[in-house]
């Protein structure tokens, strides 16, 4: 859970934000907790992201931190200040707690499949009994009531002692209850009379103790449920660490004119550092000597390279692809934009909603309740006569049918079945905050490139220059000629240009005839000789620089990348490259129309361009040139206006508008850190998996509050019949099981939902009842 007190005054922004890594948090209550003990700290407001074990104090001087470690220990967790850096992302438990509960899991599960025949059969069937088959039962038992759930005894251990509640106090006290009454039941029970009244007769005697299962079952439901839960925080958290990973670990500066490699964080602003061919900038910066074409599609979202030259400036976490470049730094840790990306997609994760916070309040109500309750029903039977071993049974049915493991298992069951159909779907929904979001959204923002494109360049268009005074009339005259020719000098270039151009004469089925002197141009393009003419290809700057004049062509007015041909000092032809339309997208956006929603473009590449492409699939709305710590933003002006925000991306760009929006989907095609920052990532490459994504996750939200609903409504409506003594804690706890089965049952509907791409008739409102009926 990720809960916001009031946004920081001017007292506030006196001080900067101070962050403290947090430990021990098994559920959003311990966020709520913290939070609350953190804000009784004198000017201070605080934020608390469950995802990320963080905590973010604004308001705090930084000689006061220790004060808030110690309020964050007060509350019974731990806590440690932490420096933000662009490498300097949260590690959380996750990976741990979830190993934990796995290996908890695997031995609750495999000692409660056999307890639960074994008592079953032996307490209804005296015959199949044999010496101490009970106190073999309490044997198989004891590990799963102490060892397996000791992750629920130690967080209602830590709640009691600070005076609050949550699941994990029922969870504890139902699984204690129904052992130790067990125990109590095997040693003091009348051994010769009948056991409970359980509808068509009694039970034999010594069944009483038949609920061991009750408590071995419970732990292993909610062991699964926890264990799935900590597998999705874990994922919500990854984006972070991927960001970490972009950036640089050591920077080969210059000083006394001697390169020599040191740690980025010695790295000052305005020093002078290298960046050869394939590396990556470390930090932002001005280039003062070198020519080179970088690769800042991580950045912008532009396919092309950027050729950049002296007094251009570099954003850290791009690629040099050719040439070596001398960088001054102008901008180093925290200020860097990609440590700036990191912080807004932590930030934007702070806002997140989720569905398990309702539950967590009202378990903090409920658990309560029902502890008052079951004291005033024992002190009733008592009171009114009866035995105590009669009403310690009806105190004990009020316990064991409270006992929210239905409740428990809810949202992870729901949101198990719907993750493994979406995945056999090409969708993989990663938490329950996508679930929640998908039911609100009416607006889609899809990236440009690489999710509506293929993030690929290739020749769009291609124009040949008249021959002009100077040029071989016998030289090559055809476009087809040309083509060959300029094949032929890139053949020895791995650039993306080089690739659509040799990829465009293969195409035309034309073969390039060799090259002779070949050699690179950095951000500028190539040179070489084929068949004794000097060929060029390459930007309109490389033509200018070698004086070769430019005449005027169709293209002029050509959105997307021109590169020129010239042979032997005359241009000749120019070729148009742009990023290629993903194959199904204009259907996937007509889809996305069919069910209601509005669609924008967004792009870090010019207006024109994403205008172009945004007329070619009927989208009405096309925001571009937007920088990627900007994306964030025009998501959350669009979510300032009204509208509720899916995002679709792919690349490290996206990041953080990813993280920003209401819902946030990213293409398996695209980055790590793109993936790790959405909520659903989309395998199947068809781009009409959106609308799928969409649907199937509102029919597992859907089916996550049924569940919730009905294990509401069934531990309400079953409480007075335990308290009147008409549940007896042996037919409760089969009550309880079968509360859990109908989650599980009402689950697994989810299996048969059918992707409306494969059936047209299917795409429609989802939130119509006609058009859910027909999945």
């Not at 979510?639 to 990213?666: E, K, P, S, Y």
Request: aromatic share 6%; proline share 5%.
């Amino acid at each position: 859970m990720d809960t916001r007190l009031d946004e920081p005054g001017t007292a506030a922004a006196e001080h900067p934000p101070i962050e403290l890594q947090l430990t021990g948090m098994t559920c959003s209550a311990c966020a709520v907790r913290i939070q609350k003990k953190l804000g009784k700290l004198d000017g201070v407001a605080a934020t608390v992201n469950f995802a990320t074990e963080r905590a973010v104090l604004r308001g705090l001087p930084a000689e006061r931190t220790a004060e808030a470690v110690a309020a964050v220990e007060a509350a019974g967790y731990g806590a440690t200040a932490v420096v933000r850096s662009a490498s300097s992302m949260p590690e959380t438990s996750a990976p741990e707690r979830s190993a934990m509960l796995l290996r908890r899991l695997i031995v609750a599960a495999v000692l409660t499949l056999p307890l639960g025949n074994l008592a079953i059969v032996l307490a209804l069937v005296p015959d199949l009994r044999f010496p101490f088959w009970d106190w073999l039962c309490v044997l198989i038992a004891t590990p799963v009531v102490f060892w397996c759930a000791w992750p629920f005894h130690r967080a209602a251990a830590k709640n009691l002692r600070h005076g609050s509640f949550s699941m994990d106090t029922l969870v504890s006290l139902g699984v204690l209850a129904s052992y130790f009454w067990s125990v109590f039941a095997i040693i003091f029970s009348d051994k010769t009379t009948p056991g409970y009244w359980v509808g068509f007769g009694q039970t034999p005697p010594g069944a009483d103790s038949i609920y061991l299962e009750v408590a071995a079952g419970v732990t292993t439901f909610l062991l699964a449920g926890r264990y799935f839960e900590a597998k999705s925080r874990h994922k919500a958290s990854g984006v972070l660490g991927a960001l970490a990973k972009l950036a640089v670990g050591e920077v080969r500066v210059l000083r006394d004119g001697q390169e020599s490699l040191i740690p980025i964080s010695q790295l000052r602003v305005g020093e002078q550092f290298v960046v050869r061919p394939g590396e990556r900038v470390a930090c932002d910066g001005e280039v003062l000597a070198g020519q080179a074409g970088v690769d800042t599609s991580p950045m912008t979202g532009e396919p092309e390279p950027k050729p950049v030259a002296p007094g251009d400036g570099l954003i850290g976490g791009t690629v040099v692809l050719d040439g070596r470049l001398l960088v001054r730094a102008l901008k180093v840790g925290e200020s860097t934009q990609l440590a700036q990306l990191a912080a807004l997609a932590e930030h934007a994760q702070t806002r997140k909603a989720n569905i398990q916070a309702l539950v967590e309040r009202i378990v903090g109500v409920f658990v309560p309740v029902i502890l008052v309750l079951t004291v005033l029903v024992f002190a009733a039977w008592m009171l009114s006569g009866n035995s105590a071993e009669k009403a310690f049974g009806a105190a004990i049915s009020v316990l064991i049918i409270a006992c929210p493991c239905a409740l428990g298992l809810a949202t992870p069951m729901a949101l198990m079945v719907g993750v493994g159909r979406g995945s056999q779907l090409g969708i993989l929904i990663k938490s329950q905050q996508a679930l929640e979001s998908s039911g609100r959204i009416d607006t889609v923002v899809l990236d440009k490139t690489g999710t509506l494109t293929t993030g690929e360049m290739s020749v769009h268009r291609m124009a040949v220059f008249d021959v002009a005074a100077g040029a071989d009339p016998a030289g090559p005259q055809t476009p087809e000629q040309l083509t060959a020719l300029a094949a032929a000098a890139e053949a020895d270039s791995e650039h993306p240009t080089a690739r659509a151009i040799i990829g465009f004469a293969e195409q035309n089925g034309l073969r390039a005839p060799l090259a002779e002197e070949f050699g690179a141009l950095p951000g500028r393009g190539v040179r070489a000789v084929v068949q004794g003419a000097e060929v060029l290809v390459g930007s309109a700057a490389l033509l200018a620089e070698r004086g070769v004049p430019r005449p005027p062509s169709a293209l002029d007015d050509a959105t997307g990348t021109l590169v020129f041909l010239a042979v032997d000092g005359v241009a000749r032809a120019v070729y148009a490259l742009q990023d290629s339309l993903r194959k199904g997208a204009g259907e996937a956006v007509g889809m996305l129309h069919g069910l209601g929603l509005h669609t924008v473009l967004l792009s870090g590449d010019r207006q024109r361009a994403a205008d172009d492409v945004a007329a070619q699939l009927g989208m009405k709305q096309a925001i571009g040139g937007v920088l990627p710590t900007e994306k964030a933003k025009v998501l959350a002006d669009l979510q300032a206006a009204g509208r509720r925000i899916a995002m679709v991306g792919d690349g490290i760009n996206d990041a953080a508008a990813l993280a920003t929006a209401n819902l946030g989907m990213a293409m398996v095609s695209g980055t790590d850190v793109a993936m790790k920052s959405a909520d659903i990532i989309l395998i199947r490459p068809d781009l009409r998996v959106v609308a799928d994504a969409i649907v199937l996750s509102r029919r597992t939200l859907r089916t996550i509050r049924g569940n919730l609903v009905w294990a509401f409504v069934y531990n309400v409506a079953a409480i007075p019949l335990a308290a009147f003594g008409l549940l007896n804690p042996l037919i409760a706890g089969a009550a309880m099981s079968l509360s859990s089965l109908f989650v599980v049952t009402n689950s697994l509907r989810l299996r048969n939902f059918t992707a409306s791409s494969d059936s047209p008739a299917a795409v429609g409102d989802p939130a119509s009842d006609d058009a859910e009926e027909s999945r």
